[in-house]
């Protein structure tokens, strides 16, 4: 008798060595106006030594910077891009918390001051506005001087950042929104300052102009970012769910005791910061507090609100021996834990960090959009100049008709002019009022405005109407809204990237043990047998002969399966070894463990080797077993044990369907997939569960190997499908990094949930339709973000150049056209926000 372990009959493929994989930096990059920035900061990254790829994201205004390994300096590459104006920090080292939150201090800060100059625009803008609604009956406030110093004012202090952010931009080469606002105020500011300096030239005053459009400007940036931050407060609510203390359990500290001759040890308490705690230390948590580490309970029992972390509302009993998650609320008793995992390793630090990584990863269909953006405000300067160049040369002598205003209400071109006549220079006459629909009071004359003013006035509403934000903000804000509902309700869906994957596909596999069904195996059937070969003789074997046990040669079957099942961590060997516990059988003395996946598992028990696993497993080992033993365990999981070439028996088991497992095929089946079920359990069990479940057997595939399963996907995908796999187990990682997208279960092992793009905390397999339910509204959400963005400027370009001026006499002033580029970004952020009341899985 050989005590070895038999080779694997499976080739062994020779791997070569593989280049460390690349390192990946993240920064806080601030400054960034426009998606035209953005793509600047990609370019300036690219351009650093070592840099393989940079994705930046404008909504949460972070890069992520993929690099070769030891070869990027952070620091360096952060000061490159401050210098460059865009200031910047590297999360890589200090305490991750501390920079999260001073993040959004510093955006919230940022919300202050925004809303500090535009409270002085809006002021500068009712002044301007009460000069031409009281006209004569405020001599002051109708004074072109005074509207001259309203201009002024509005340059120097609510529109100072914008242009001198846009004009260094523009010096940088990097020109952005500002660049175009602040080109756009500054020339209307100039061109009045001549009318007023040089009357005889005819030109009108719009003071008025810079004003309303810096304040229009301002208005747009500080409600976008408000949504922005409505967009981003499920992951500020996960950063605030990290605990900053924990109470540190010290029993190092004795307390005299004078009835007794020793010394008593008490526990002490002392609060230290969370982050220092260490794994295997013990932890107080009040009533109230939050939990600091990822733990267990060792002392005390109490219900702890877990919403945040699952979405689900109902409090969760934890006593003696149960998890417990950093940021979960403990509710109701003082509890002791023992810490399991610490900083950046607890559920909580995880989830933030997916999430995170999920709002920086660009969906491809905003390639396009990124594309545009980089070239986009040089393009707006070229159209601003052919529209001036056009108009100045030609525009003017093919329609003259322009050149005459009538007074009459026009759209927005109520620009402000210099009453010349017997009113004086002092005097407002509103006029220009090519059907404007702006401020203007009708006037009864008509006169001709200049051909250089009108070529000018419509080449700054080229500038200021264009908008590269809605561009850019069009796909990151839907992503960040779409990831925090899916974070609120356990929903973690890694990037845009996997959004888009998601609406593409057209079948979900399931792993049917531990996924489809609930992997509590229970013992079913006991089957001991005996050739007259001596093995059955009690003497034989250290087996228990209690009489406890229902059955003792049953319980001679189940103690030797157990002894050699110990060194598997398979669901079958959990379920075989609990029920030896339950039964009270002590374990027989195993040594040489082997676990061939798929298959079973080996080990000398009392000095013989015993065989445990399916038939195929039996087979190979040169056992053999009747057609008609292997038929009677139909839906079953048939578990045979062999000695030394002899079956000694079997074991059946039995696994139950989750609650919610026919109901969410149901749903997946209504929403046009097709479900199939992927197991490594033998047909007559796949079938059983796929019969309870109403899946045809063509959907079935059963008897697939670990190793095999990531081929069974690459064969659906060779037939063209787009193919989700959900799994649980070590053995579905392979098959879940094969499948276009990959859904782990949160309550699976850590390697199926570091390998999945979208994990499930709340372990339910309904959100597996929640979760493709939520990805579908996120991408429809990003189309409708994107064709307006495209629709707004294709229509509002054109319009504000003049094409509809010749024709149907309508004109945009600067003001106007600052004012619908304010609507536009808002409009695409209030769009994303609309995902929160229109998704209703």
Excluded at 166 to 183: C, D, E, I, Y
Excluded at 190 to 212: I, K, R, Y
Excluded at 274 to 290: H, I, S, T, Y
Aim: aromatic content about 6%; charged content about 15%.
């Amino acid at each position: 008798m050989a005590n070895t372990v038999p080779e694997m009959r499976s080739s062994i493929i020779s791997v070569p060595e593989s280049s460390p994989p690349p390192e990946i930096v993240t920064f806080d990059v601030s400054g960034m106006k426009c998606a035209g920035c953005a793509k600047a900061v990609e370019r300036q990254l690219m351009q650093y030594s070592g840099v393989i790829s940079a994705c930046v994201n404008l909504a949460v205004e972070v890069a992520t910077v993929e690099c070769q390994p030891g070869v990027v300096d952070a620091d360096a590459l952060a000061k490159k891009l401050t210098d460059n104006g865009f200031p910047s920090q590297s999360r890589a080292g200090g305490n991750q918390r501390e920079m999260e939150v001073a993040i959004i201090e510093r955006r919230q800060q940022e919300i202050r001051q925004q809303i500090g100059q535009l409270t002085i625009a809006l002021i500068l803008i009712i002044l301007s506005g009460s000069g031409h609604v009281l006209g004569t009956k405020a001599p002051i406030l109708s004074n072109i001087w005074f509207h001259w110093g309203l201009a002024t004012l509005a340059l120097l202090l609510p529109g100072r950042r914008i242009v001198v952010d846009g004009w260094r931009s523009l010096w940088r080469n990097a020109p952005n929104m500002n660049t175009l606002v602040a080109l756009g105020a500054v020339t209307a500011y100039t061109a009045s300052n001549a009318a007023l300096m040089f009357p005889q030239m005819g030109w009108e005053c719009f003071f008025d102009e810079p004003v309303m459009l810096l304040g229009f400007i301002l208005l747009g940036k500080t409600l976008e970012q408000q949504a922005r931050q409505r967009a981003a407060s499920a992951l500020q609510a996960l950063i605030a769910l990290q605990p900053a203390t924990a109470r540190l359990v010290d029993f190092k500290l004795p307390i005299l005791d004078l009835d007794s001759p020793s010394p008593v040890y008490n526990p002490q308490y002392i609060e230290i910061p969370a982050d220092r705690v260490r794994v295997g230390e013990w932890l107080q948590v009040l009533p109230g507090d939050k939990i600091p580490v990822d733990g267990e309970v060792c002392e005390g029992k109490t219900t702890i609100d877990e919403s945040m972390l699952t979405g689900e509302s109902m409090p969760i009993l934890k006593q003696t021996g149960d998890p417990v998650a950093a940021g979960t609320i403990n509710q109701s008793g003082a509890i002791v834990i023992r810490a399991t995992r610490t900083g950046k390793e607890t559920t909580v630090a995880q989830m933030v960090a997916v999430v995170e990584a999920a709002q920086t990863r660009k969906a491809p269909i905003q390639n396009l959009a990124d594309t545009v953006a980089g070239y986009f405000v040089y393009g707006v300067m070229a159209i601003s100049a052919l529209t001036f160049l056009f108009w100045y040369f030609a525009g003017t002598h093919l329609w003259p008709s322009v050149l005459l205003t009538d007074g009459a209400m026009g759209m927005g071109h109520g620009a402000s002019g210099i009453g010349h006549g017997a009113s004086g220079m002092g005097q407002w006459a509103w006029g220009n009022g090519h059907r404007a629909m702006g401020m203007g009071n009708q006037l009864p004359i008509t006169h001709s405005q200049s051909a250089l003013l009108l070529s000018l006035k419509l080449a700054i509403a080229v500038l200021v109407i264009a908008c590269p934000c809605a561009l850019g903000l069009a796909t990151p804000t839907a992503i960040l809204v779409g990831s925090g509902i899916g974070a609120e309700r356990g929903l973690l869906i890694r990037g845009g990237d996997v959004l888009e994957r998601v609406h593409q596909l057209d079948t979900v596999v399931f792993d049917k043990t531990g996924t489809l069904t609930t992997g509590e195996l229970t013992l079913t059937d006991y089957l001991p047998i005996f050739d007259g070969s001596g093995l059955d003789r009690t003497s034989d074997w250290n087996v228990s002969n209690s009489q406890d046990a229902c059955c003792t040669i049953d319980s001679q079957l189940l103690q030797i399966a157990a002894a050699v099942e110990r060194g598997s961590c398979h669901p079958v060997a959990a379920a075989i070894l609990r029920e030896a516990q339950q039964q009270a059988l002590p374990l027989l003395a195993a040594e040489d463990f082997y676990t061939a996946p798929g298959l079973g598992v080996s080990a000398v028990v009392e000095g013989r080797l015993v065989f445990a696993g399916n038939a195929e497993w039996m087979t190979q080992q040169g056992v053999a077993i009747a057609t008609e033993l292997q038929g009677s365990f139909q839906g079953k999981t048939a578990v045979y044990v062999a000695c030394e070439g002899v079956l000694l028996g079997v074991i059946g088991l039995k696994d139950t369907l989750r609650p919610d497992a026919k109901a969410t095929v149901e749903r997946l089946r209504a929403m046009g997939l097709r479900v199939m079920m992927l197991t490594g359990d033998t047909p007559g069990a796949a079938f059983a569960i796929a019969n309870q479940l109403d899946l045809p057997t063509t959907d079935v595939l059963a008897q697939v190997r670990p190793f095999e399963k990531a081929r069974a996907i690459a064969a659906l995908q060779a037939e063209g499908r787009k193919v989700a796999m959900v799994g649980d187990g070590i053995n579905d990682a392979p098959a879940l990094a094969q499948a276009d997208v990959g859904v782990g279960l949160h309550g699976g092992t850590d390697v199926a949930v570091e390998t999945a793009q979208i994990v499930l905390m709340r372990n339910t397999l309904m959100d597996v339709v929640e979760s493709i339910e939520l990805s579908r509204a996120t991408l429809k959400k990003i189309r409708q973000n994107l064709f307006w963005a495209f629709g707004y400027n294709m229509l509002g370009i054109p319009v504000a150049a003049g094409l509809l001026l010749p024709a149907m006499g309508i004109l945009l002033s600067p003001a106007a056209a600052g004012a619908f580029m304010a609507f536009s970004s808002v409009s695409v952020v209030t769009n994303s926000l609309l995902l929160r009341r229109e998704f209703r899985p």
